[in-house]
């Protein structure tokens, strides 16, 4: 049985921007975002951390100045990527959710036909897929292409699922759907988390075509060694229940309960 929440109509989007080393990117995300459809977004999450650099915390603070209504920045409490997303996750106001990069890995001119998908089907998770007719690779090295290829297909075929890219960080999902998932991977891992468990809840997927671009605002903070990660979640989440997936709520289903 399909998991049941109440999101009926996409009304507003928090975008979640994690930021270690990005200025120039960042700004550019912000913009060209808000350009296309600012009226929909209701706020960007900026996230920084402890490793953050001091030139890209003054872009956020620029950014914050600029548009002090719609850009908040939020220090990390808890640890890497999958981290900063959670500490988004529990702030976030807006009816949807934007995961994205600030690196423009997830490039900002494609969000407008996100959220063009998510009014249609605001119940759905709408995600990018480089491996889709209209999306691509741009920079990516041959190794890493071939690993990702194999992985994919072998996941889809695990899930039972036409996906083409589990993988990328770059889509939109109802905000109550992520408050209501209980999460367990804080590296890039979770990116690959944040589907396959709704996808085990019966939550529907449509992919968006996307061309993937090398950053080349500042580095990778992903090393190779934590993509098999990726492995460890999904096999463990093939065999999880309904319940083990989502948190426990108190009788009137709105809180966590204590364990």
């Given at each position: 049985?399909?998991?049941?929440?109440?999101?009926?109509r996409?009304?507003?989007?928090?975008?979640?921007?994690p930021?270690?080393?990005?200025?120039?990117?960042?700004?550019?995300?912000?913009?060209?975002?808000?350009?296309?459809?600012?009226?929909?977004?209701?706020?960007?999450?900026?996230?920084?951390?402890?490793?953050?650099?001091?030139?890209?915390?003054?872009?956020?603070?620029?950014?914050?100045?600029?548009?002090?209504?719609?850009?908040?920045?939020?220090?990390?409490?808890?640890p890497?990527?999958?981290?900063?997303?959670?500490?988004?996750?529990?702030?976030?106001?807006?009816?949807?959710?934007?995961?994205?990069?600030s690196?423009l890995e997830?490039p900002?001119?494609?969000?407008?036909?996100?959220?063009?998908?998510?009014?249609?089907?605001?119940?759905?998770?709408?995600?990018?897929?480089?491996?889709?007719?209209?999306?691509?690779?741009?920079?990516?090295?041959?190794?890493?292409?071939?690993?990702?290829?194999?992985f994919?297909?072998?996941?889809?075929?695990?899930?039972?699922?036409?996906?083409s890219?589990?993988?990328?960080?770059?889509?939109?999902?109802?905000?109550?759907?992520?408050?209501?998932?209980?999460?367990?991977?804080?590296?890039?891992?979770?990116?690959?988390?944040?589907?396959i468990?709704?996808?085990?809840l019966?939550v529907?997927?449509?992919?968006?075509?996307?061309?993937?671009?090398?950053?080349?605002?500042?580095?990778?903070?992903?090393?190779?060694?934590?993509?098999?990660?990726?492995?460890?979640?999904?096999?463990?989440?093939?065999?999880?229940?309904?319940?083990?997936?989502?948190?426990?709520?108190?009788?009137?289903?709105?809180?966590?309960?204590?364990?």
């Amino acid at each position: 049985m399909a998991f049941e929440f109440s999101t009926d109509r996409l009304e507003s989007v928090s975008v979640f921007l994690p930021v270690m080393d990005e200025t120039d990117s960042l700004t550019k995300t912000v913009e060209v975002i808000l350009a296309d459809c600012g009226d929909t977004i209701h706020e960007f999450l900026v996230v920084v951390c402890k490793k953050t650099t001091p030139a890209s915390r003054e872009t956020a603070a620029t950014l914050r100045a600029r548009y002090p209504e719609k850009v908040k920045v939020i220090e990390q409490q808890r640890p890497f990527l999958g981290g900063a997303t959670q500490d988004a996750f529990a702030l976030a106001t807006g009816s949807h959710f934007l995961m994205m990069a600030s690196d423009l890995e997830t490039p900002p001119d494609r969000v407008k036909e996100f959220i063009t998908q998510g009014r249609q089907h605001p119940d759905w998770i709408i995600t990018g897929s480089r491996w889709i007719k209209g999306g691509g690779f741009e920079g990516y090295s041959k190794f890493k292409y071939f690993l990702n290829f194999i992985f994919q297909k072998s996941f889809s075929l695990m899930y039972w699922t036409r996906l083409s890219d589990m993988t990328y960080g770059f889509r939109l999902i109802p905000t109550q759907l992520v408050k209501s998932i209980r999460w367990e991977e804080v590296r890039h891992s979770f990116l690959f988390e944040t589907l396959i468990k709704p996808l085990k809840l019966g939550v529907k997927v449509s992919e968006v075509p996307v061309r993937w671009k090398a950053r080349k605002d500042g580095v990778s903070n992903n090393p190779f060694m934590c993509n098999f990660e990726y492995f460890r979640i999904g096999l463990k989440t093939l065999f999880y229940s309904r319940d083990r997936i989502l948190k426990a709520t108190d009788p009137a289903g709105t809180q966590e309960r204590k364990p």
